[in-house]
């Protein structure tokens, strides 16, 4: 994690990444923490700082809440945030070191530069000068504690840049100092060290009437305000000018090279900038690769002004694109580069008789020079040639190249820049609209973003596409992007042709592959998120492009930017295309003869992977199939779509089927929704059986999102007759069993079609055993699923009869038993991102931390089951989170706290209310019971409940007992919240939970 404090607070994540912190008193608690970094801030000071002389009662407790709400908002930006901010005795710390706060590292550079020569001082000081973003901490700047900080931090930064500008007069750069310290001058009059190297800057440039002419301002000012003359240095150097003392000319500056003037700042490299200027300082050869348009040519720019003050020979840049593609001459190479030093024909500087690398080499020997090799590329084995030869014969001096792949010689350094961080690429399309006469605003951001992401946060579509948001607006150029893969084009001068469209871009760098890497390029491009070597030999090893060559050609085009290698979720090697590079092949594939073959044997690999992964999910190598499945969710999309495309029905309908149980276990229920309505949609001509058991799963999904009804379910499990497969059948039907637990039913028998699907059965049956009291044979049942899902290895399956072992544990009267097989559960529900039961067990366990009295670790838990519920659209843990949250909220501190569990508390609240003569009330809230253990998937014919619905029936008659358990059932969940709690319509009592209540989009 990353803070910044000089100007507005800012977290970054390692990534880049920003991180919001919620809350303005949560935004001063960092603050003040960053601001005593190292030290502890006792915690009476800190509510003093925060809320002044007015603390709220329970000062320390409502502390503890904020310092909590920030290590939360910290742990979920990374992992590891939370333990940043700690306790120590009597207070709270942050220790940040210098990589990690910019307060720190500015202090770092500081001290650095003290003693160094003016080169290197100017160097550190600059760096230090350039993290100031303006007034620090304006989120304090209402607080009385703060204006002392704000002093110091102020103070550090002036310092820093007279020291910096000390530095630059001493080494001969004076020039372009004088606008920037006469603004500096004119907000603080009478810091006599700034008016001094004003006034020498001046002198130095020349100016020396100006010069003058201030230091009479200045004491004048200083008589006539505090009465006293000027001190004694500035006196000094102001008869030391009248003298025209020779100690005061500019020293001779040295050469500064041909680097362009900059013309917009570098936007969202900042980490590659450090990184960058790190490797060139440590490294004779350092070279910056990436995909065309990424930016690399700007990074190696930028880094090499950086550095200028660190090279005597000055720091030079060789564009390498007019040399002819291919060459082999490191002569020509030489002939180029010398050129721009000025070392070659008639120029004072060649010496007669030498080479052009004699020439060039022997500046590097005897001055120490940076030099940038841009745009290798196309004449990579010459400019490496080059470059490794310079290397050695000049080891004081640097040489930086740029291009698509290494150079690959002895103790070169590779920098391989990717695309923008989805942050950064925003801030650089905003800044570059800025530039193009468009002001983006918070309304835009959802636009921009998208924008960003279908660009790939690639620099230089960014800034064409930024070129063009003026005219069509950010909506506007997102529908466009939408339609096609391209920026609208827009004038570009002053740039290389290539750099001017990412056609262009993209052309330059096909034009340098040979024919079967450009025609493999076209056929893999029909995958959707990348793709393993094992599917490119599928895909694409036909005709002009041999199957047994593929991967090394994947490898190499990786090495020349045109795809990207990634560790893949399963651990092995995944390669990449930039969304804009992978289009513009498509273009290409569909104007050739190939696509069709390349789309056939895309879907027939994918189809193969997902029946055989399937069978995998039930088992010990479950885990490492879903994670294989995840990163083939874009290719297993695309082959779905290009089999119902194609009317290919059968391959549709697998499809579905096969991803359908993985699906559910990553609480994807929507998706797996959609998938399988769109299979059976096209599925007319399949086999009976294949749309037996999609509509089967189809069902049993809907009902796990409370959207089947019992007519649907009951025509689903009939229709498991027409299904072959013994094995597939079983499964099917116990799905559709499984997904209607807590809904009144019997127990069905074991089904032994397989091992996983007797085990399976078996923990069905303990629950329904259980909810209909017969705990015994639940507990025989549940024990015999444990052993069978053990035997197989399949985590999943101890988790799912573990949970009927934690329940019986419950209601036995045994919860320490119950928490701690629900906690064994969590973590491996966490481990193994098994998300669907992973909520469930969240809020069973919450249940039972309030029932403790561990309110805090309860509410955690139901908040973080209610945000998994809603991202999964599983309404029924969601509701049941909602309801905890709001019971331990508005109940008091004690054994009452949340009674027995949210839905527990109220059977009590039910029961109370049949005791005291409340039948209809009563009733209903039986009714509501009813309707959330149904929802949340927990029994509802129980002892427990049994036991209130007879005495209800009779005091109210069938007819009325109906009809009020009818009413609850229809009771929306404020009602529930409301008659839970007490709370008038006017407004409930206790904290709100904000977007909590509310239904997730997605679920409507």
């Known amino acids: 994690m990353r803070f910044a404090i000089l100007g507005p607070l800012e977290v970054r994540t390692d990534a880049g990444e920003a991180v919001v912190i919620p809350e303005a008193r949560v935004r001063a608690l960092l603050c003040v923490l960053l601001a005593h970094n190292g030290q502890v801030v006792p915690a009476d000071r800190l509510m003093h700082h925060l809320w002044g002389d007015r603390p709220p009662a329970r000062g320390r407790a409502v502390l503890r809440s904020k310092v909590s709400l920030l290590r939360r908002a910290l742990e979920d930006a990374e992992p590891g945030g939370h333990d940043l901010v700690t306790w120590r005795s009597t207070g709270y710390l942050v220790e940040a070191g210098t990589d990690r706060l910019d307060t720190a590292r500015f202090e770092d550079l500081v001290r650095r530069a003290e003693g160094a020569d003016p080169v290197a001082r100017d160097g550190l000081l600059s760096e230090a000068v350039s993290s100031w973003r303006g007034e620090p901490l304006p989120e304090l700047a209402d607080r009385e504690f703060a204006v002392p900080i704000v002093a110091r931090l102020t103070e550090q930064y002036l310092s820093a840049v007279e020291a910096r500008a000390e ?4 080494s001969g750069e004076h020039r372009g100092l004088v606008a920037q310290l006469r603004e500096l001058a004119a907000r603080y009059p009478w810091r006599n060290r700034l008016n001094g190297v004003l006034m020498l800057s001046l002198y130095q440039s020349g100016r020396h009437a100006e010069a003058l002419r201030f230091y009479a301002a200045v004491r004048r000012r200083s008589r006539e305000e505090l009465g006293v003359e000027p001190d004694a240095a500035l006196s000094r150097l102001h008869l030391a000018m009248l003298r025209r003392d020779p100690t005061l000319e500019a020293p001779r500056p040295r050469p500064v090279g041909n680097l362009p003037p900059e013309t917009s700042p570098l936007v969202g490299r900042e980490t590659e900038l450090a990184d960058l200027a790190a490797r060139t300082s440590r490294h004779r050869l350092v070279t910056v690769t990436g995909p065309g348009g990424v930016g690399k040519t700007s990074l190696a720019v930028a880094t090499a002004r950086s550095l200028r003050h660190d090279y005597s020979g000055g720091v030079w840049l060789a564009d390498l694109t007019p040399v002819p593609a291919g060459t082999s001459r490191v002569d020509l190479i030489a002939e180029t580069v010398a050129a721009e030093l000025g070392l070659t024909g008639d120029t004072a500087a060649a010496s007669p008789g030498s080479s052009a690398f004699e020439a060039l080499a022997a500046y590097l020997l005897t001055h120490r020079t940076l030099l940038v090799l841009d745009n290798c590329e196309h004449v990579v084995a010459a400019a490496a040639a080059l470059a490794e030869r310079l290397s050695r014969a000049a ?67 960014l800034e064409l596409a930024a070129g063009r948001v003026a005219a069509w607006g950010p909506s506007g150029l997102r529908e466009r992007l939408e339609r096609h893969w391209e920026p609208p084009a827009v004038v570009r001068r002053g740039v290389p042709e290539r750099h001017r469209t990412i056609r262009s871009t993209v052309d330059w760098s096909r034009e340098l592959l040979t024919g079967p890497e450009r025609l493999l390029l076209e056929r893999v491009s029909v995958h959707r998120g990348g793709f393993t070597a094992a599917s490119a030999q599928r895909v694409a090893g036909f005709g002009e492009v041999p199957v047994a060559e593929v991967p090394d050609m994947l490898a190499r085009l990786a090495d020349r930017s045109m795809l990207q290698i990634r560790t893949g979720r399963a651990g092995g090697p ?80 697998g499809l579905a089927v096969d991803t359908a149980w993985y699906r559910v276990l990553r609480g994807r229920l929507t998706e797996a929704a959609e998938e399988l309505g769109a299979a059976l949609a096209v599925a007319g001509g399949a086999p009976e059986g294949a749309r037996a058991t999609a509509t089967a ?20 499990v009939a229709g498991c007759d027409a299904i072959e497969d013994p094995v597939t059948a079983a499964r099917a039907r116990w799905f559709l069993d499984h997904v209607r637990l807590g ?41 015999a699923s444990l052993a069978g899902f053990t035997d197989l290895g399949d985590e999943w ?100 706290a949340a009674g027995w569990g949210v839905v527990r508390a109220m059977e009590d609240l039910a029961g109370g209310e049949a005791a005291g003569g409340r039948a209809e009330a009563a009733a209903r809230l039986l009714g509501t019971v009813e309707r959330l253990r149904s929802r949340g998937g927990m029994p509802v014919d129980t002892p427990e409940l049994d036991r209130l619905r007879g005495p209800l029936r009779r005091a109210l008659g069938p007819e009325r007992f109906d009809a009020e358990v009818a009413a609850g059932h229809r009771m929306g969940v404020e009602e529930h919240l409301d008659r839970l709690t007490g709370a008038t319509a006017g407004g409930r009592r206790g904290t709100p939970v904000p977007g909590l209540a509310a239904s997730h989009p997605a679920c409507d």
Not at 616 to 637: C, H, K, V
């Open 743 to 783: 809904l009144p039913g019997e127990a069905a028998g074991v089904c032994d079609a397989d091992a996983w699907t007797a085990a399976a059965s078996r923990a069905t049956r303990a629950y329904r055993l259980a909810a209909n009291g017969d705990t015994v044979s639940a507990r025989e049942a549940a024990e």
């Open 395 to 461: 080891p004081d001096s640097r040489v930086l190249a740029t291009g698509r792949e290494p150079l690959a010689v002895p103790a070169e350094s590779v920098l391989s820049l990717g695309p923008l961080p989805d942050s950064d690429a925003a801030r650089l399309f905003a800044t570059r609209a800025a530039a193009a006469g468009y002001r983006v605003t918070d309304g835009d951001a959802g636009e921009v973003a998208a924008i960003c992401r279908r660009l790939d946060g690639i620099p230089l579509a």
């Open 574 to 653: 995944r390669f990449h295309m930039l969304a804009t590079v992978a289009e513009y092949h498509r273009e290409l594939l569909a104007d050739s003869g190939a696509e069709k073959t390349a789309r056939r044997a895309h879907l027939e690999y994918y189809a193969a992977l997902a029946g055989a992964l399937d069978g995998e999910l039930r088992g010990p190598d479950a885990f490492p199939a879903a994670r294989t499945l995840d990163g083939e969710a874009g290719n297993l999309a695309e082959a779905a779509r290009h089999a119902r495309d194609t009317g290919d029905a059968v391959a549709a309908l």
């Open 797 to 896: 399956g101890r988790l799912y009869a573990t949970g009927c072992l934690a329940e019986l544990a419950e209601r036995r009267g045994d919860p320490a038993e119950a928490r701690r097989l629900y906690e064994a559960n969590l973590a491996v529900a966490t481990r193994l991102g098994l998300r669907t039961e992973l909520t469930r067990t969240l809020c069973r366990l919450a249940a039972l931390l309030a029932r403790d009295g561990l309110a805090e670790a309860a509410v955690r838990h139901y908040r973080r089951a209610a945000r998994l519920a809603v991202e999964q659209c599983d309404a029924g843990v969601q509701r049941i989170a909602e309801i905890g949250l709001a019971t331990v909220a508005t109940d008091p501190p004690g054994p009452r």
């Open 167 to 170: 530095a630059r007069l001493e």
């Open 697 to 716: 799963w189809h069902t049993g999904v809907l009902t796990r999102m409370n959207a089947a009804d019992e007519a649907a379910h009951r025509a689903a």
